[in-house]
């Protein structure tokens, strides 16, 4: 925006202009004062409902049929065209009963009993309650007669010491560890749902309408308008309400969320003066009579029929009488809409948004982005772990009941007996629990929940840095930004504007003259100029403290024109109160095509004056006089202007200001000039002054350009200001720097050079500049979304970029929408800007936008870290898991154990690691990139490194550690045989590795020092010091259920050696070099040779769902062997390998140039991947292409 949209929201502000002949009389509709308020409303809802559904001239005819005129109907409803409603507490009650609240209620929220039931539609736990209750059955069957001899030594030893009583306890137990899953993931739910309310609340309570009440002009929160109410529109509104136009001022509307018609439509009291609720002002201003709020309004009955108001039954019974040609044709519009309206009371896609609604829009809307890169990434990765893990819980059952079954009835050659077939069933059902056990453990459903907390986290964090989330992946989009298009007024500078220099009566002043060297008739001419061709709602109040800067309300640029009335000693308010709003005869308001704005007065002798200002090369061309030292005007010709653009505005304009051309012109009164020709109307103007106006940086935005561009996210500024100033402010801010290769182009030149000779714009066009331009100057909301839109399509660096653009005004929505992160700005921002935006930065500080990269970079590295300790914990589970049961018949992790270990590493750790604060060091590395794989080399070094150590402890305790501790074994122990010591051991050994690990696990770039900062989240050091201290209690006296056995000291010291030992080991892994492992590249991708290339001529005949591929691809490495070690391997191949086809990209690249992209990541340990996943050939020694273990 800039001199364009400041300048111009000139109408911004535009109050009540009146078109020539209004208001006779006090233009009442009576009673201001509330009387006769205890009588009802004489119009009922059904009837307003019904007129609002007519358009255009029917509506006119039907007003005039019921009502005689809209002065009329203001009558019926109480209220009065000039002082609006008298503001009375006991009438806005009385109407909010009868007409209904602006406000849409929302879908109930799920209570927390749903919550709780949806929690167990999991298939892992069904799976597991169907099994423990089978268990628990089993347990109190007892087969008749005792003698269990014939059965074999299956059951021998579970009868001693009343053991066999016990038998229940571990199906209950299971049971029971169901139940807290289940609660905690509820409780997840809950928290979530709750603060998006609260977070929409907080939307919905700023945003404000003005309106008029006992005569006053005030703004109120958008719930509290009522009908009857006189509201004001102007420029960038959002419609809250449906209303009836009672005075108009060049008023456009863009309907296209209700109508899907993308024209503007333009609206007058005397042919179409129907507002609807949900669409956009998007030029002009005027007042309208508030007739629907709420459920009755157009987007309330829209939203009733999507299902998200639950409107009231008599609501629901008008709907009924509706013809039914009303109700599909609202249906189609709820269809069409744009998700604008939806915003409108409900500004997230929050939970209780109702899925009806999302899947609605989500159908209608154009689809705004892509899924996230994180999201695709992570489903991609959850569902190769599950298939993984369901592949080796499979294996784990099929080997258990094989062994049992040969060993009892080959080997021994027992024969089946029917009095034992519950005992054998019971040996099935323990297998079958173990192998669940295996998948539970697998299966990482604590990704989502880190997803969730780390954004949720960040989110409200976000709030206290100025940005307000309207869509959660936004957080995480902007870590991977590589480009911000900025505005320059407000954002990079203060959006406090000051005259500093002038041109009048040809001098130019370099400070603000002395009134008493401007020619006295000038002065005049001047001083009225500005005070009526501007908003009368912009204006310069006395400052807040005394000695401060005197307060700017309104449009900016024109506050800077008012003051610099005020400098020459002169006074507006005089002029305004002599020349009233309501007299001002016709008004041009300012938007983005005229780039100026203009009003007509009529003047005593009956003539007209037209007084114009605007951008100071687009007024000039106007101009065929100026105004001379004594007053009087001379012809000025092209060439006169050409050295006054040579000797005042470009000095000026070099100087980082702003020009603008105040001008005028007097017309004959008869015959009276054709008002709508406007071309006609605003030429051969006479030029009274070109002033220069400042807008100073902001002091914190040239450091905080600094940061974005060490942090390698270019910086561009997008304006509609003169080239020179757009320059001159780019260099104060650092966005350009001396010796710098780069681009400046004004948005004539940038359109000349992107289109083709048949005027279409070619990418390759786009291609040839975008690398370099750093301004665009005088460019037009399409240029911005051009420019937008080319940057993210191209091709020309093989990372796709990630575009964030920011914009205040109407016409910015189109960019803001198609940017991957839009940010509105919350105090110059209009509606429309807000609701196509992501992030609201409600400072409108440009240093608030650093900020949110910082945050969304937090987000990604909380869930690498996350997922560093996940996945070690998974790969050491299912192995030890697996192995042992193979090997013992009797997986050493018991089913409880396995699911507190679950808890522990999903829930606890993901909330732990998921909300460490973000750091400066955050923005010294360069973006990851869409196609940079979730897991690193260096942090799959960590997992495979820290997987061994775990192993090697767990397996040597498991085969030697009876010996070792001098305890009896636990191996093949008989079925509900007490819990021993020995797997006591292990499982406690196994959860301390993991909290030691979970402290590793903080840092994923191999820095050394994992204690960094730790005490700056306290979140995790509870978590952490609590999860031990459970783990105490567990161990101590958790007994049966959890099959654990009380430690003595020695023993407990013992464990926690091996712990502590984690962190050693991590050192030891840290001094590794990354490049130095070459099994690590293999297992980025565990490919045969043949089927790379095969995959990549697959890529170019059809595109195929990466996912899928990747599956087909893992099932194949899954069934190769079940060797140990191998079979380690290529669980860490998969996952590796999630990474290397993230291409959340659209264009069709082969194979290898997404392979490619990793390339350009720029620190050391990363680099390597590229030539592994890039190179299809196998590593020299190793024919097959298998991983090498």
Same mark, same amino acid.
Request: proline share 5%; net charge negative.
């Given at each position: 925006?800039?001199?364009?949209?400041?300048?111009?929201?000139?109408?911004?502000?535009?109050?009540?202009?009146?078109?020539?002949?209004?208001?006779?009389?006090?233009?009442?509709?009576?009673?201001?004062?509330?009387?006769?308020?205890?009588?009802?409303?004489?119009?009922?809802?059904?009837?307003?409902?019904?007129?609002?559904?007519?358009?255009?001239?029917?509506?006119?005819?039907?007003?005039?049929?019921?009502?005689?005129?809209?002065?009329?109907?203001?009558?019926?409803?109480?209220?009065?065209?000039?002082?609006?409603?008298?503001?009375?507490?006991?009438?806005?009650?009385?109407?909010?009963?009868?007409?209904?609240?602006?406000?849409?209620?929302?879908?109930?929220?799920?209570?927390?009993?749903?919550?709780?039931?949806?929690?167990?539609?999991?298939?892992?736990?069904?799976?597991?309650?169907?099994?423990?209750?089978?268990?628990?059955?089993?347990?109190?069957?007892?087969?008749?007669?005792?003698?269990?001899?014939?059965?074999?030594?299956?059951?021998?030893?579970?009868?001693?010491?009343?053991?066999?009583? /016990?038998?229940?306890?571990?199906?209950?137990?299971?049971?029971?560890?169901?139940?807290?899953?289940?609660?905690?993931?509820?409780?997840?739910?809950?928290?979530?749902? #709750?603060?998006?309310?609260?977070?929409?609340?907080?939307?919905?309570?700023?945003?404000?309408?003005?309106?008029?009440?006992?005569?006053?002009?005030?703004?109120?929160?958008?719930?509290?308008?009522?009908?009857?109410?006189?509201?004001?529109?102007?420029?960038?509104?959002?419609?809250? /309400?449906?209303?009836?136009?009672?005075?108009?001022?060049?008023?456009?509307?863009?309907?296209?969320?209700?109508?899907?018609?993308?024209?503007?439509?333009?609206?007058?009291?005397?042919?179409?003066?129907?507002?609807?609720?949900?669409?956009?002002?998007?030029?002009?201003?005027?007042?309208?009579?508030?007739?629907?709020?709420?459920?009755?309004?157009?987007?309330?009955?829209?939203?009733?029929?999507?299902?998200?108001?639950?409107?009231?039954?008599?609501?629901?019974?008008? #709907?009924?009488?509706?013809?039914?040609?009303?109700?599909?044709?609202?249906?189609?519009?709820?269809?069409?809409?744009?998700?604008?309206?939806?915003?409108?009371?409900?500004?997230?896609?929050?939970?209780?948004?109702?899925?009806?609604?999302?899947?609605?829009?989500?159908?209608?809307?154009?689809?705004?982005?892509?899924?996230?890169?994180?999201?695709?990434?992570?489903?991609?990765?959850?569902?190769?772990?599950?298939? /993984?893990?369901?592949?080796?819980?499979?294996?784990?059952?099929?080997?258990?009941?094989?062994?049992?079954?040969?060993?009892?009835?080959?080997?021994?050659?027992?024969?089946?007996?029917?009095?034992?077939?519950?005992?054998?069933?019971?040996?099935?059902? #323990?297998?079958?629990?173990?192998?669940?056990?295996?998948?539970?453990?697998?299966?990482?459903?604590?990704?989502?929940?880190?997803?969730?907390?780390?954004?949720?986290?960040?989110?409200?964090?976000?709030?206290?840095?100025?940005?307000?989330?309207?869509?959660?992946?936004?957080?995480?989009?902007?870590?991977?930004?590589?480009?911000?298009?900025?505005?320059?007024?407000?954002?990079?500078?203060?959006?406090?504007?000051?005259?500093?220099?002038?041109?009048?009566?040809?001098?130019?002043?370099?400070?603000?003259?002395?009134?008493?060297?401007?020619?006295?008739?000038?002065?005049?001419?001047?001083?009225?100029?500005?005070?009526?061709?501007?908003?009368?709602?912009?204006?310069?109040?006395?400052?807040?403290?005394?000695?401060?800067?005197?307060?700017?309300?309104?449009?900016?640029?024109?506050?800077?024109?008012?003051?610099?009335?005020?400098?020459?000693?002169?006074?507006?308010?005089?002029?305004?109160?002599?020349?009233?709003?309501?007299?001002?005869?016709?008004?041009?308001?300012?938007?983005?095509?005229?780039?100026?704005?203009?009003?007509?007065?009529?003047?005593?002798?009956?003539?007209?004056?037209?007084?114009?200002?605007?951008?100071?090369?687009?007024?000039?061309?106007?101009?065929?006089?100026?105004?001379?030292?004594?007053?009087?005007?001379?012809?000025?010709?092209?060439?006169?202007?050409?050295?006054?653009?040579?000797?005042?505005?470009?000095?000026?304009?070099?100087?980082?200001?702003?020009?603008?051309?105040?001008?005028?012109?007097?017309?004959?009164?008869?015959?009276?000039?054709?008002?709508?020709?406007?071309?006609?109307?605003?030429?051969?103007?006479?030029?009274?002054?070109?002033?220069?106006?400042?807008?100073?940086?902001?002091?914190?935005?040239?450091?905080?350009?600094?940061?974005?561009?060490? /942090?390698?996210?270019?910086?561009?500024?997008?304006?509609?200001?003169?080239?020179?100033?757009?320059?001159?402010?780019?260099?104060?801010?650092?966005?350009?720097?001396?010796?710098?290769?780069?681009?400046?182009?004004?948005?004539?030149?940038?359109?000349?050079?992107?289109?083709?000779?048949?005027?279409?714009?070619?990418?390759?066009?786009?291609?040839?500049?975008?690398?370099?331009?750093?301004?665009?100057?005088?460019?037009?909301?399409?240029?911005?979304?051009?420019?937008?839109?080319?940057?993210?399509?191209?091709?020309?660096?093989?990372?796709?970029?990630?575009?964030?653009?920011?914009?205040?005004?109407?016409?910015?929505?189109?960019?803001?929408?198609?940017?991957?992160?839009?940010?509105?700005?919350?105090?110059?921002?209009?509606?429309?800007?807000? !609701?196509?935006?992501?992030?609201?930065?409600?400072?409108?500080?440009?240093?608030?936008?650093?900020?949110?990269?910082?945050?969304?970079?937090?987000?990604?590295?909380?869930?690498?870290?996350?997922?560093?300790?996940?996945?070690?914990?998974?790969?050491?589970?299912?192995?030890?898991?697996?192995?042992?049961?193979?090997?013992?018949?009797?997986?050493?992790?018991?089913?409880?154990?396995?699911?507190?270990?679950?808890?522990?590493?999903?829930?606890?750790?993901?909330?732990?690691?998921?909300?460490?604060?973000?750091? !400066?060091?955050?923005?010294?590395?360069?973006?990851?990139?869409?196609?940079?794989?979730?897991?690193?080399?260096?942090?799959?070094?960590?997992?495979?490194?820290?997987?061994?150590?775990?192993?090697?402890?767990?397996?040597?305790?498991?085969?030697?550690?009876?010996?070792?501790?001098?305890?009896?074994?636990?191996?093949?122990?008989?079925?509900?045989?007490?819990?021993?010591?020995?797997?006591?051991?292990?499982?406690?050994?196994?959860?301390?590795?993991?909290?030691? @690990?979970?402290?590793?696990?903080?840092?994923?770039?191999?820095?050394?020092?994992?204690?960094?900062?730790?005490?700056? @989240?306290?979140?995790?050091?509870?978590?952490?010091?609590?999860?031990?201290?459970?783990?105490?209690?567990?161990?101590?006296?958790?007994?049966?259920?959890?099959?654990?056995?009380?430690?003595?000291?020695?023993?407990?010291?013992?464990?926690?050696?091996?712990?502590?030992?984690?962190?050693?080991?991590?050192?030891?892994?840290?001094?590794?070099?990354?490049?130095?492992?070459?099994?690590?590249?293999?297992?980025?991708?565990?490919?045969?040779?043949?089927?790379?290339?095969?995959?990549?001529?697959?890529?170019?005949?059809?595109?195929?769902?990466?996912?899928?591929?990747?599956?087909?691809?893992?099932?194949?490495?899954?069934?190769?062997?079940?060797?140990?070690?191998?079979?380690?391997?290529?669980?860490?191949?998969?996952?590796?390998?999630?990474?290397?086809?993230?291409?959340?990209?659209?264009?069709?690249?082969?194979?290898?140039?997404?392979?490619?992209?990793?390339?350009?990541?720029?620190?050391?340990?990363?680099?390597?991947?590229?030539?592994?996943?890039?190179?299809?050939?196998?590593?020299?020694?190793?024919?097959?292409?298998?991983?090498?273990?």
């Amino acid at each position: 925006m800039s001199t364009t949209a400041t300048m111009g929201e000139m109408a911004n502000s535009a109050v009540e202009f009146y078109p020539k002949g209004t208001r006779g009389g006090d233009g009442g509709g009576g009673r201001p004062d509330g009387s006769h308020a205890g009588g009802d409303f004489v119009v009922t809802v059904k009837e307003l409902r019904e007129l609002m559904e007519l358009r255009g001239s029917e509506a006119l005819q039907k007003v005039q049929d019921s009502y005689g005129d809209i002065e009329g109907l203001c009558q019926r409803l109480q209220s009065s065209t000039t002082d609006g409603l008298s503001g009375d507490p006991a009438d806005l009650e009385r109407r909010g009963q009868t007409y209904g609240q602006n406000f849409i209620p929302p879908k109930k929220p799920k209570t927390f009993l749903e919550l709780v039931w949806e929690a167990l539609q999991d298939v892992t736990l069904i799976i597991l309650e169907a099994a423990a209750i089978i268990s628990l059955g089993l347990s109190f069957y007892q087969p008749p007669g005792r003698d269990t001899e014939a059965c074999g030594n299956v059951s021998a030893g579970a009868e001693d010491e009343g053991e066999a009583d /016990a038998g229940w306890i571990e199906g209950a137990a299971i049971l029971l560890s169901v139940v807290c899953v289940v609660l905690v993931t509820a409780f997840n739910d809950w928290s979530k749902e #709750k603060q998006f309310r609260g977070l929409q609340s907080r939307i919905e309570q700023e945003q404000k309408f003005t309106v008029v009440r006992k005569g006053n002009v005030i703004q109120i929160p958008v719930a509290d308008m009522v009908v009857g109410d006189m509201a004001q529109v102007k420029y960038g509104d959002l419609l809250p /309400a449906d209303g009836i136009l009672v005075q108009a001022n060049d008023l456009k509307i863009d309907e296209s969320s209700l109508t899907g018609e993308s024209d503007h439509v333009r609206k007058s009291v005397d042919k179409d003066p129907m507002l609807l609720s949900g669409t956009h002002v998007m030029e002009g201003s005027g007042r309208m009579l508030v007739t629907a709020v709420g459920v009755n309004s157009q987007t309330g009955i829209i939203f009733t029929l999507l299902g998200a108001g639950e409107a009231e039954e008599d609501g629901k019974e008008k #709907k009924g009488k509706q013809p039914d040609g009303a109700v599909e044709n609202n249906q189609n519009k709820a269809k069409k809409q744009d998700g604008g309206v939806a915003m409108e009371m409900q500004p997230l896609k929050s939970a209780e948004g109702g899925e009806v609604e999302d899947r609605e829009k989500k159908k209608a809307n154009v689809p705004k982005k892509e899924k996230s890169v994180l999201q695709g990434k992570l489903t991609k990765l959850a569902v190769q772990i599950g298939k /993984a893990g369901l592949v080796m819980s499979a294996i784990t059952v099929i080997i258990l009941v094989l062994y049992f079954v040969i060993n009892t009835f080959v080997v021994e050659g027992r024969t089946w007996l029917t009095e034992c077939t519950p005992i054998y069933v019971q040996y099935f059902v #323990k297998f079958f629990i173990i192998g669940v056990t295996v998948l539970v453990v697998a299966v990482p459903e604590g990704l989502p929940l880190a997803v969730t907390i780390s954004l949720a986290y960040s989110v409200k964090k976000m709030m206290k840095d100025n940005n307000l989330v309207r869509h959660l992946d936004a957080c995480e989009t902007m870590g991977n930004a590589t480009a911000i298009c900025s505005d320059k007024t407000g954002t990079l500078t203060t959006n406090r504007m000051t005259v500093v220099q002038t041109y009048i009566g040809d001098v130019h002043y370099r400070v603000i003259p002395d009134p008493g060297q401007i020619n006295p008739h000038t002065l005049e001419i001047l001083v009225n100029a500005i005070a009526i061709n501007s908003a009368y709602t912009s204006k310069i109040l006395p400052p807040d403290v005394e000695g401060g800067l005197a307060k700017q309300v309104g449009n900016k640029t024109e506050c800077g024109l008012l003051g610099f009335v005020l400098d020459l000693q002169q006074d507006y308010e005089q002029v305004r109160e002599q020349m009233p709003e309501e007299r001002l005869y016709k008004v041009y308001t300012f938007n983005s095509v005229r780039k100026s704005m203009s009003t007509v007065i009529k003047l005593p002798d009956g003539s007209f004056r037209l007084y114009s200002k605007g951008a100071s090369e687009i007024m000039l061309k106007k101009c065929s006089y100026i105004l001379e030292a004594n007053g009087e005007a001379r012809t000025f010709r092209p060439r006169d202007r050409d050295e006054m653009v040579k000797q005042v505005i470009e000095p000026m304009a070099c100087e980082g200001l702003r020009t603008i051309c105040i001008a005028f012109r007097d017309l004959p009164g008869k015959p009276e000039p054709d008002w709508e020709n406007e071309a006609e109307i605003v030429t051969e103007l006479t030029c009274i002054t070109v002033v220069g106006i400042e807008d100073p940086v902001r002091p914190e935005v040239p450091e905080a350009i600094r940061k974005c561009q060490r /942090a390698g996210i270019t910086v561009r500024m997008v304006t509609g200001d003169n080239i020179n100033t757009a320059r001159a402010i780019a260099a104060k801010c650092g966005i350009i720097n001396p010796g710098d290769d780069f681009i400046c182009l004004e948005g004539k030149d940038f359109n000349r050079r992107i289109r083709n000779e048949k005027g279409e714009i070619e990418q390759e066009r786009i291609d040839k500049i975008w690398p370099k331009l750093r301004v665009l100057a005088r460019s037009s909301p399409t240029d911005k979304h051009t420019l937008v839109k080319g940057i993210i399509d191209s091709s020309v660096i093989e990372q796709r970029q990630v575009v964030a653009v920011t914009g205040d005004g109407t016409n910015d929505g189109p960019a803001l929408k198609k940017a991957d992160v839009g940010f509105a700005m919350g105090i110059a921002g209009t509606d429309v800007a807000k !609701e196509a935006s992501d992030i609201i930065l409600t400072d409108d500080n440009f240093s608030s936008i650093v900020k949110a990269v910082m945050w969304g970079r937090n987000v990604y590295d909380s869930i690498s870290k996350f997922l560093q300790f996940q996945l070690t914990v998974n790969v050491v589970a299912v192995i030890v898991a697996f192995t042992g049961a193979c090997i013992t018949q009797d997986s050493p992790l018991k089913a409880v154990q396995m699911l507190w270990v679950n808890l522990i590493m999903d829930t606890f750790a993901s909330l732990a690691l998921a909300t460490e604060p973000p750091t !400066e060091a955050l923005l010294l590395r360069k973006p990851y990139g869409r196609n940079n794989p979730l897991i690193s080399l260096t942090m799959m070094k960590n997992i495979l490194g820290h997987g061994v150590y775990q192993l090697v402890i767990i397996f040597t305790l498991l085969f030697i550690g009876e010996r070792i501790f001098n305890i009896d074994s636990g191996r093949n122990a008989p079925l509900h045989s007490p819990p021993s010591e020995h797997y006591t051991i292990i499982f406690n050994t196994f959860v301390l590795m993991q909290l030691f @690990n979970e402290i590793n696990a903080r840092k994923i770039h191999g820095e050394r020092n994992v204690f960094d900062g730790i005490f700056s @989240n306290p979140i995790f050091c509870s978590i952490v010091l609590g999860t031990f201290a459970v783990q105490i209690v567990i161990v101590q006296w958790g007994g049966k259920p959890f099959s654990c056995a009380p430690l003595n000291v020695e023993q407990w010291l013992w464990c926690l050696f091996v712990g502590v030992g984690e962190l050693l080991w991590g050192q030891l892994i840290a001094t590794v070099p990354t490049e130095r492992l070459p099994c690590l590249k293999e297992a980025g991708l565990g490919l045969e040779p043949g089927e790379e290339e095969g995959e990549e001529l697959a890529e170019d005949e059809e595109e195929i769902d990466c996912a899928e591929r990747e599956l087909r691809r893992g099932q194949i490495l899954w069934f190769r062997g079940l060797n140990r070690i191998q079979t380690q391997m290529e669980v860490v191949s998969t996952f590796k390998r999630s990474g290397s086809f993230q291409g959340a990209v659209r264009r069709r690249s082969s194979v290898l140039s997404q392979l490619h992209d990793v390339n350009t990541i720029s620190t050391p340990s990363h680099v390597a991947l590229s030539t592994a996943t890039a190179n299809p050939s196998p590593a020299p020694g190793n024919a097959s292409g298998e991983s090498i273990p």
